[in-house]
């Protein structure tokens, strides 16, 4: 007999500055952050969720105010993430990615900016190691092809594992 893991309620700083509710369920996490009202889109959600895969460092967004080409795309980041009292606190890494729906290709961001803090001193050499690491991973696990060794099912994006949690009402209500 297989036993569902419990849900745990849990806080996300977001880079915003804002505490966000969520939940948990054994290394994957998910919260809702309301969208800064320079951001939101007039008849679009106020809310986006995010993911957090806490055993690769990948925090996974749908944007609602992404539009155009990038409609329905989601968004990548490559984060550290900080376990405190107050709840968990999201440092994100500089590397993004954008993948588009079906997963048949993407779009790595950023790696300049990496460079740059680390060149700054803002990231220690640890952190770029365990980032670059987590990229590499992260393609090799959720975007290449089963012909290139994908541990997911092809075009299986987002991640199977945040299936329980997407399916959970808002948890501002």
Known sequence: MTTTPPIEDIRVLHRTGQWCPGRRIDDVAAYD???LPEYQVPGRPTIDRSYLLLDQGVQ???PVAF???VEGWWYV???EVEVTEAGLVV???YVD???PPGADRYHVLDLDELGDALSQG???AAQCSTVLS???RFIERHLRATQMGSVDPPHRFPPECITALDRLPCFFE
Do not use: A, E, K
């Open 33 to 35: 952050v309301r969208i």
């Open 60 to 62: 996974l967004t749908r």
């Open 67 to 69: 539009q155009g080409p």
């Open 77 to 79: 980041d490559l984060v």
């Open 91 to 93: 440092h994100d890494l």
């Open 97 to 99: 990615f954008l993948v």
């Open 122 to 124: 803002h990231i220690t």
């Open 134 to 136: 987590n990229t590499q």
